[in-house]
Each structure stands twice: as structure tokens, then as C-alpha cells.
């Protein structure tokens, strides 16, 4: 079944017109119709074809948005565990402190 529509006769009495003979004007609308079909059979997408690539990326998209989420759980823990840090670290720093003022002052 032919996607595009190609308009044999039309084409060959414009070839005819500009000189052709009936046997060459036929010949090429022919050789036409064969090309313009096999591009389409080969090269244009069908429904199923668009239906296929919709479905896979939807599946694409579903699977981002799953790592996406994992991602800013990921973040958030990372979070987390910095303000876990900061506080151990200004515990830290607070006890040397401390000490080195003792030490120091002799307190």
C-alpha cells in the first residue's frame, strides 16, 4: 500500500510536455512512484512507530523521575549529616577552646 501519493500520469504528460517521449515520460513516472514508496516504507514513521517511541520515552521519564527522587533523598541525607558535622564540630572547636584557655590562664 502506497503512503504518498504520486500522481503518475500528471507527472508523465508534464515530462511529455517538455519533450520526453511516452516511453521515457512512463518509464520515469514509474521509477518515481517505486523511489517516493520505498522512502516512505522505509523512512517515514508509522503510527506504530510514534506509538513505540512515545511509550518509550514515557518509560524514560518515569525512570528519571524515580532517580530524581532518590537523588534528593540522597541530598537530604547528605544534609543531614552536615548539620550532624557542624555541631560535632563546633563542640570540637568549643572544648579547645576551653582548654587552651585553662591551659593558658591557668584556670
Known sequence: MSIITFDTLQYAKALKAKGFTTEQAEALAEQNKIVFNEFAENQLATKADL????????????????EQTLIKQD???????LRVL??????VV???VTVAIKYLFGL
Do not use: Y
Request: aromatic content about 6%.
Open 86 to 91: 557542624k555541631w560535632g564540630i563546633g563542640l
Open 94 to 96: 568549643g572544648i579547645a
Open 51 to 66: 506509538f513505540t517511541a512515545k511509550e518509550e520515552i514515557k518509560a524514560d521519564t518515569q525512570s528519571i523521575r524515580a
Open 75 to 81: 541530598i537530604a541525607q547528605i544534609n543531614a549529616d
